[in-house]
């Protein structure tokens, strides 16, 4: 079975959140970058800033672990970045070589 990643993107005002789940990682949050989908929610947002991701060697993990984050609150959301990510730096350098790993 593929590996899996949850992430949240978000604007640079961080006033909205997405978060999403994908088996490659980097390529889905360049095309976020490049707007490559241009009527998405978060090209229309400007969601361009990776905050927040985690890796699941089964995509299924991912996929359970999505549901609960999108289950929680904003302020669940927010404490989760927070706890990795406290100064919500955009993180996109740190998954440059993550597909290696899988």
Known sequence: MKAGFIY???NKNHTTLYTGIISNLLKRVQQHKEAYYSQSFTS???L???VYWEAFQE???AI???KQIKAGSRQKKLNLINSI???WDDLT???QDIMDVF
Do not use: F, Q, V, W
């Open 59 to 61: 995509i299924g993990d």
């Open 8 to 10: 949240i993107m978000t």
């Open 85 to 87: 990510n406290p100064e």
């Open 64 to 66: 359970a672990r999505e």
């Open 93 to 95: 350098n740190t998954i």
């Open 44 to 46: 229309r947002y400007k």
């Open 48 to 50: 361009y800033i990776l």
